[in-house]
């Protein structure tokens, strides 16, 4: 199978059908079939039926998803988040990449990111953006942009080109892709009702130039997301010091945070999380050598009161806001 799937225009990935379309494509192998029932006298008229129903499902249904929808997806040790406006918009933020959680030919873009977006039924993103540049956020991205149609890609500009992110770039042109560099203070409206703002860095490097020298961590995007009355911020892999360089001033309370770095014991200072007195705390970490997350990050956020969901534990962290409220689920529960 794997052979011939790899020859030229053999295979094709679509999006997964709802059960709906299931069902009424069987009814009409079964109307049309010599089996149908002797007093179904013309077949044509009931396919006919079936076919008008399932307009108005695929018409109707997504008008009445009216909610916010957003999954932090479970890529092992990395990051990979996927929002769904209520106006059908679909943004992708970081891809994961490799991890101790997977061995052997897997590839978290071709075994987990697309299949998971082609499952929920969605045939192109309007944005993915790449936080900062390392194989841990943009690894499964190189999968996403050459199988699924990407209208706007945003990123830094990062310090260090990895081979990941020189086929990312290749795709983004190859696809025609729109690419943004985003800077602090810009905001960019994502559907009807919903605000990306871009938080940090800011356009001038040698100001940030102190941030930078430890490497990409530092040059990750911080979007703060708004719709309705609620916030999500999004926080790649900073650091201590920017997140002192954030915090002074923050007045926004946020409702969801993505905490930085996997949990490192370099992130989720005090005066940061005191800032944005977040009510849920998600961790995307997996198995790792590095210690994440750091215990010292989970006693400040268990002493602050702010709940913690971890990939790790939970898996996949869906979060849905509709009616001014959150309601999360996540995918195992433990015992």
């Known amino acids: 199978n794997e052979v011939l799937a790899a020859m030229p225009w053999t ?54 998803q009216k909610d916010l929808y957003m999954v932090f997806l479970d890529v092992g040790q990395g ?95 190859a696809k025609g892709s729109r690419n943004i560099y985003a800077n602090a203070d810009a905001t960019y409206r994502v559907g009807q009702d919903v605000w990306l703002d871009v938080i940090y860095p800011c356009a001038n490097e040698q100001q940030l130039h102190s941030f930078f020298h430890k490497g990409d961590n530092n040059r990750s995007l911080v979007l703060l997301l708004r719709y309705d009355d609620t916030t999500i911020l999004f926080t790649g892999d900073i650091e201590a010091e920017v997140e002192e360089h954030l915090y002074p001033g923050w007045e926004i309370p946020v409702d969801i945070l993505k905490v930085a770095h996997h949990g490192s014991h370099t992130s989720s200072t005090d005066n940061w999380l005191e800032a944005l007195q977040p009510q849920l705390a998600v961790i995307q970490v997996g198995k790792n050598n590095f210690g994440h997350p750091h215990p010292d990050v989970l006693e400040r956020l268990e002493q602050k ?31």
Not at 32 to 38: K, N
Not at 316 to 334: G, L, P, Y
Request: proline share 4%; net charge negative.
């Open 79 to 173: 990051d990979c988040i996927y929002i769904r406006t209520p106006d059908k918009k679909h943004i992708l933020i970081d891809g994961g990449g490799k991890s101790l959680d997977y061995t052997g030919s897997f590839h978290v873009g071709d075994d987990i990111v697309v299949p998971f977006l082609l499952k929920n039924g969605i045939g192109h993103l309007d944005l993915v953006v790449m936080s900062h540049c390392h194989d841990d956020h943009i690894g499964g991205l190189v999968s996403v942009l050459r199988d699924i149609p990407v209208k706007t890609f945003m990123e830094y500009t990062p310090g260090e080109e990895t081979d990941n992110y020189k086929q990312l770039k290749a795709l983004v042109t």
């Open 11 to 64: 295979f094709i990935s679509v999006v997964s059908p709802s059960l709906l379309f299931i069902i009424c494509y069987f009814a009409v192998l079964w109307l049309l079939s010599e089996e149908r029932p002797r007093w179904l006298k013309k077949p044509l008229l009931w396919c006919s039926g079936l076919a008008v129903i399932l307009l108005l499902f695929t018409i109707l249904g997504p008008m009445l």
């Open 305 to 335: 009161g702010i709940d913690v969901l971890r990939n790790d534990i939970s898996g996949a962290v869906m979060c849905s806001f509709q009616k001014d409220k959150w309601s999360i689920r996540w995918m195992v529960n433990e015992l």
